[in-house]
């Protein structure tokens, strides 16, 4: 995958164009995924147990502690240098316009119906820049051209990842479709569709999201263990999107007795 959690948390805390960040890109490179989902499981038990023999002072601790540290390397990356080395891999393929591995990472699809023009919606969503304004996770999304964009959002532990997207599929008023670009600190790809709701009751919009997070599934694990469940996020997304919409207005909870404290 493009982006190790050590490249990532060195880019976050010292920012995405500090020579911190040129580091990491130049001496952590992108590592591929070679290993399949069930191995990282495995790896990530065993290299868990491993590295606890090895922390509560048991014989073979320095054994126990390398073999555990690899195995959680393993489990964290999907990348296993031997099988590299060997030319082998054995996790989920990809479809050449897919960005994300099939079976791998992490899938969110959620719909909601907006009471506006579909071609209103449309032009809404099309409008990348202004998409952090519904998306929460979303700190900027910076356009370069038609196809290209540099997207950076919130991660869990205050971390920021950055990926550069590339829009594949754009028919007016019916879908949107993208994927990330190699180097991104995310693998992502996803599509919104848009059709006319039954009875002229407006616009449906479905949404269908993939992503291999910094770690793969260990990574989302991690993730939610901090309170960051991609499901909830695109749900969330989507009624604040259609509230947007239909009243030009997001909800928020700032200045209201029962909201964050």
């Known amino acids: ?6 490249k990532v948390a060195a880019k976050s805390a010292a920012g995405p164009d500090s020579g ?42 320095l054994l126990s502690g390398l073999a555990g540290g690899y195995l959680l390397y393993r489990a964290a990356t999907g990348h296993c240098p031997g099988y590299q080395a060997l030319g082998l891999s054995f996790a989920n393929g990809t479809g050449p316009a897919t960005a994300v591995a099939a079976g791998a990472g992490v899938k ?6 907006v009471n506006a023009p ?61 994927r990330s670009l190699p180097g991104s600190d995310v693998d992502t790809a996803g599509s919104v569709h848009f059709r006319m709701a039954p009875a002229g009751r407006g616009t449906e919009v479905r949404v269908s999201l993939k992503f291999d997070p910094p770690g793969g599934k260990f990574g989302s694990f991690v993730a939610r263990l901090f309170g960051e469940n991609p499901d909830q996020q695109v749900r969330g997304d989507l009624r604040r999107f259609k509230q947007l919409v239909e009243t030009g207005e997001t909800p928020t909870v700032e200045g209201q007795s029962h909201g964050r404290r």
């Open 118 to 178: 579909v071609e209103e919606v449309y032009r809404r969503w099309r409008d990348f820049e202004r998409l952090p304004d519904f998306m929460t996770h979303l700190q900027s999304v910076k356009v370069h051209d038609d196809k290209k964009s540099t997207w950076t959002a919130r991660a869990p532990a205050g971390m920021t990842v950055r990926w550069e997207a590339e829009v594949v599929t754009d028919t007016p008023n019916q879908v949107i479709a993208w």
């Open 108 to 113: 969110v699809e959620h719909g909601v119906t």
């Open 20 to 61: 911190l960040a040129r580091a990491a890109d130049r001496y952590l490179p992108p590592t591929p995924t070679n290993v399949s989902d069930a191995e990282r499981v495995v790896s990530l038990g065993v290299g868990g147990a491993l590295l606890l023999n090895a922390l509560a002072g048991k014989h073979l601790n």
């Open 1 to 6: 995958m493009p982006g190790t959690l050590l």
